[in-house]
């Protein structure tokens, strides 16, 4: 297991300066970096920012949504999978992937259950978008991608997230985004193990599912003193749920009324420099 952190300002000079800050306060680099970018034509990435992460020893992980953040308009799973967006945006992301001397993680339009989705498409033309970008990608040479699936992992959206699994010989890693939002929602607080193992247990004997790796893809706690607990419990945790390969702490600003920013407070940057410390999240012990 490993821990690992994304703040939200891409192509900026701060993004790697944020994280080059936190990695100083906690002792050690981050292996794992998450970049959220959008389907916007004449833009691709990696951009110089990303590279100089990765060439200080990160993996970069991409978030690839169907939305442009400019004009917040949704693009279509349909138009998407006929092939709309070939020459002007998948193809140019081909050709700057191709390049790019490092393995990367890419997710295609991440949690696809939730509401904030809605009007793109169903979960089949969901899976028909992801399976052509793979496919278009792979057909123009592309083979340092790690695909992953990410949903929720919000067990009573069972239904609409196993539609949406683009299959095995199609994803890498699955991934889901666990949260222990507490009075952020009105809700009763939740040990890290409640909060990771439901969805856990769901896809574990699975057909399709069960070989394949798992990662926390963002997850993070409401703040209060408990936060600190809570993070310093993760590894205990991760140890129970061994398929749980990589973890990433949601380091923004949410939807919900709740700062999640590791760094805002102290209790919670306590437990996540502890965990991020342990010697079962840097491997070096069992």
Request: aromatic residues 14%; contains cysteine; neutral net charge.
């Amino acid at each position: 297991g490993l821990f690992h952190r994304r703040v939200a300002v891409p192509g900026q000079s701060q993004w790697s300066a944020h994280y080059e800050d936190i990695e100083t306060q906690i002792g050690r680099w981050f292996d794992i970096v998450k970049n959220y970018t959008d389907w916007e034509q004449g833009r691709t990435f990696p951009d110089a920012a990303d590279r100089a992460l990765a060439d200080g020893g990160r993996i970069i992980y991409y978030s690839w949504n169907a939305v442009n953040y400019s004009t917040h308009s949704k693009v279509s799973y349909q138009a998407i999978a006929n092939g709309t967006f070939d020459r002007s945006v998948i193809i140019p992301e081909a050709r700057a992937l191709k390049n790019w001397p490092y393995k990367v993680f890419i997710d295609f339009d991440h949690e696809p259950d939730t509401k904030a989705q809605a009007g793109k498409g169903t979960p089949a033309q969901y899976v028909a978008a992801y399976r052509h970008i793979h496919d278009v990608l792979q057909a123009h040479g592309v083979k340092n991608v790690i695909w992953s699936w990410v949903t929720t992992g919000y067990v009573p959206h069972r239904t609409q997230i196993l539609a949406s699994y683009p299959g095995a010989a199609y994803v890498n890693w699955i991934s889901y985004d666990p949260y222990n939002f507490a009075q952020c929602l009105d809700g009763d607080w939740h040990s890290t193990l409640d909060t990771f193992k439901p969805f856990y247990d769901l896809v574990t004997n699975r057909p399709g599912m069960a070989r394949k790796p798992l990662m926390l893809a963002e997850y993070a706690t409401a703040p209060g003193a408990q936060a600190q607990a809570w993070y310093a419990s993760v590894p205990a945790t991760l140890r129970l749920l061994p398929r749980i390969k990589a973890v990433m702490e949601f380091d923004a600003t949410s939807a919900v009324p709740c700062a999640l920013e590791i760094d805002k407070s102290a209790a919670a940057f306590a437990g996540f420099k502890q965990a991020s410390t342990t010697p079962y999240v840097l491997g070096t012990g069992p």
